[in-house]
Structures are given as structure tokens and as C-alpha cells.
């Protein structure tokens, strides 16, 4: 399988070099009429157009003579960043969930051509950047949708992952992350707890600082208090999920140490769906927390806790196989059932998911110099959260990729 990726990447790297891509940007001007518009970070807009030169934002002004792409009626907002998202997660052709770096019933080629429709789906649902955690698979999807060959939101990918088992020795630790930033590895991925068993502590520490020397962010899955606390002792990038957290005395003290908090609320409703303990999506109301899956309701507990601590709680939709495409639902049940003002979960998912993977300068806010990754949806999404289930224009770097007028 690593042997298939690296020589995949190879033949990619020279196709990359000789062939134009599809979506080579027009050098003149786009501008997009838009009546209500969230800059990402804070500020709501009334009326403007923006412009778009080369991918870039240039100007954001009132509304002019001429406009390309009408989106008045709708409310529109930086492209949104899924900052977990395990694109590479699919079923093969029996149907069969396969695991992380391995093939299941389907050939190599059947294999990537899943990722590509995964990463697609995920961009016609607005999301124009996503992080994943991480498949080698996801190394040639990244790169040819960046080159342009087809559609697909910008991927980051901690390629592999960083189990336990692997920390016997600091030596391994340091040939694990060595071998991950020669391979491009945009980030790396620890497991504290879960599958493996438990990262010991000084270990945990030696990782994640020896990552930051190398250049190299860190997010942490930690589930239960104790992992959390060593990811906060740690100093790493992130705790992902933490919704085993029993005192929220912790929150204030990842907000000090600047880690974001990154916790999945759809994925325990995704996983009762699977299992028939839950209606489909179509039949489900939000708001019906009591008839949810006990571990839904403890993330939404821990959830509610955090927001009220002051930490970066970045947007994750944890998307396995099946919620590609639907990663938007983890907007719903943060508004829905874990309180959060509809703007400040698409502010979690624009400007601060941008901070998060380290793009602050480059993506998730619509202001001048920033890429034109923009998304506007039917409706006003302040007073009506299922907006975001919605998208009608998706833009990446200045490309439509979606655009649907409202009707008359
Ligand atoms: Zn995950």
C-alpha cells in the first residue's frame, strides 16, 4: 500500500509539471453581488459586491454596474474548513468500512477514484479546505486537485498516523516524524488514548515538542480527562473529540496554552443512523436531544462547557464513510442542541479552523489579499441554522464550483 501511494505520487509529481489544469483562473475580474455577507471573523456586511482577481479577494465595495453571479438572498461566508475529516474513509465494493492505509475489496485505482468523489462531495457542500487525519491515500487527491486536474477542497493530511506502539523508544518517535515531514505530511496525528492504548505522558511531551522543531503541527486524539490533561501538559496542537472531559476546569488552561479544542458532535448521530437506532437524516428534527444516542448527549455536555470557557473550539465533523457531503450537519446540533450563535459556528469554521491549521494569513475570511474560497447559502443563516444544509455558490481560489440562482 505505502509502496502503491509513493510511486503514485511520483508519476503525479511529473504529470503536475506538464499539463494545464482544468480550472486555469481567469485573469479579469469576477464580482459577486451578495446582500448578506459574514466576513468570517465578526463582522456582518449589508449590500456589497466582492471582487475577485486571479483566486484572490481584491476589493470588497458597494454594489457597482455589473455583476457575474448573483447571490442576493442568500447569506454568504468564507469557504468552510473541516479540520477532521477522514476523507479517505470509504466502503469497498462489498460494502466493507476499510481501515486506515489498507485496500479493501477494490483495486488501488478503485480505491483513490473514492477518495476524489469523497473530496467532491465535500466540496459541493461547501467546504472549500479540509484537514484530515489522515490516509496516504489522501497524498495524490491532494495533489491533483491542487494542480487543478478536478474539483476538490484544498487537503491537509497527517498521512499516517502515530499510535502508541509506536512510542517504545524516542528514537522511533523521532524516525516517525522525520520520515513524516520527508514524505509532506502537512501535520501529524498522536493518539493519547483510544486504539493502542495510552501514549505515556513524557512521551507525549518529547513528540509534540520534537514535531513543533521539525516544523510540524500536532493534534491529539484524547478522550478521556486524564489523556486530555497530558495533551495540555504536552503543549500540542490540538485535543481532538475530549468528550470523555469530567472537569471543564481543564478548558481555561488549553485556551492559555493556545490549544484548540476540536470535538465531533455528528459523529455518535452518525453512528446510530448506521445502526438503525436513529431515523435518517430527512426524518430528524433537531431539538429531539433526549431521543439521541448516550454519546451525543455527553458530547453536548461537554460542548455547552467549553463554550462558555473561552477555548477555540474549531469545527470537526470526525466525517467517516457516509457523512461526506454531509459535514455541514456538525453545524446543525452545535446550534442546535449545544447553544452556539449560528455566526460563531461559522466563524469556528472559517477564520479560527484557518488559525487552527496554521492559513490565518490565506484562507477563511473574506477581506482583501485573501483567497477567494467563498460560500453563500439559501436564506439568512444568522436567524436559520439549516441554511448550511442550503449551498447554492461554492467558490475555491477564484473556480465556481456550484452555482445555483435562487428561483423566482
Ligand atoms: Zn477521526
Redesign the pocket.
Known amino acids: 500500500m505505502h509502496r502503491i501511494a509513493r510511486s503514485a505520487i511520483r508519476l503525479l509529481s511529473l504529470v503536475s509539471l506538464c499539463c494545464l489544469p482544468f480550472t486555469a483562473l481567469r485573469a479579469e475580474e469576477i464580482v459577486l453581488r451578495t446582500s448578506i455577507l459574514f466576513d468570517g471573523v465578526g463582522t456582518v456586511l449589508f449590500d456589497k459586491d466582492i471582487h475577485v482577481v486571479d483566486g484572490r479577494i481584491t476589493r470588497i465595495e458597494e454594489w457597482g454596474e455589473r455583476y457575474d453571479y448573483d447571490l442576493r438572498g442568500m447569506t454568504v461566508t468564507p469557504g468552510w474548513i473541516d479540520a ?1 475529516a ?1 476523507v479517505a474513509a470509504r466502503q469497498d465494493r462489498d460494502g466493507a468500512h476499510v481501515l486506515p492505509n489498507t485496500l479493501g475489496n477494490e483495486s488501488p485505482e478503485e480505491a483513490v477514484l473514492a477518495v476524489a468523489a469523497n473530496a467532491y462531495a465535500t466540496l459541493l457542500a461547501g467546504f472549500t479546505t479540509i484537514q484530515s ?1 489522515g490516509d496516504l491515500l489522501d497524498v495524490p487527491v491532494a495533489r491533483m486537485t491542487a494542480a487543478g486536474f478536478f474539483p476538490g477542497p484544498r487537503i491537509l493530511t497527517s498521512q499516517e498516523l502515530l499510535f502508541p506502539d509506536t512510542a517504545a523508544s524516542e528514537t522511533a518517535i523521532l524516525d516517525f516524524l522525520r520520515r513524516m515531514r520527508r514524505q509532506g505530511a502537512d501535520f501529524v496525528k498522536i493518539f493519547a488514548d483510544g486504539p493502542g492504548g495510552e501514549f505515556p505522558a513524557e512521551k507525549l511531551s518529547f513528540a509534540c515538542r520534537e514535531a513543533a522543531a521539525l516544523g510540524m503541527r500536532t493534534i491529539v ?1 484524547a478522550v478521556s480527562q486524564a489523556a486530555v490533561e497530558k495533551v495540555v501538559a504536552a503543549r500540542c496542537g490540538s485535543v ?1 473529540h475530549g468528550y470523555g472531559i469530567e472537569d471543564d476546569a481543564v478548558f481555561p488552561k488549553m485556551a492559555e496554552a493556545g490549544i484548540y479544542f476540536s470535538p465531533s458532535l455528528d459523529i455518535p448521530v452518525h453512528y446510530a443512523r448506521r445502526e438503525r437506532e436513529l431515523p435518517a437524516a430527512a426524518d430528524y428534527g433537531p431539538g429531539r436531544i433526549t431521543e439521541m444516542p448516550q454519546s451525543y448527549r455527553d458530547y453536548v455536555e461537554v460542548f455547552r462547557q467549553a463554550l462558555s470557557s473561552g477555548v477555540d473550539i474549531v469545527f470537526a465533523s ?1 466525517a467517516v464513510a457516509g457523512v461526506h457531503g454531509h459535514n455541514a450537519d456538525e453545524f446543525v446540533w452545535r446550534v442546535v442542541d449545544g447553544g452556539q450563535a449560528p455566526l460563531d459556528a461559522v466563524r469556528d469554521a472559517t477564520s479560527v479552523a484557518a488559525r487552527a491549521l496554521g492559513l490565518a494569513d490565506e484562507i477563511g475570511r473574506i477581506a482583501p489579499g485573501y483567497h477567494a474560497d467563498i460560500v453563500a447559502v439559501e436564506g439568512d443563516l444568522r436567524r436559520d441554522i439549516l441554511a448550511v444544509k442550503r449551498v447554492r455558490f461554492v467558490m475555491k481560489a477564484g473556480a465556481v464550483h456550484l452555482y445555483r440562482p435562487a428561483v423566482e
Do not use: I, T, V
Open positions: 477532521h477522514h487525519p486524539h481532538e470526525d
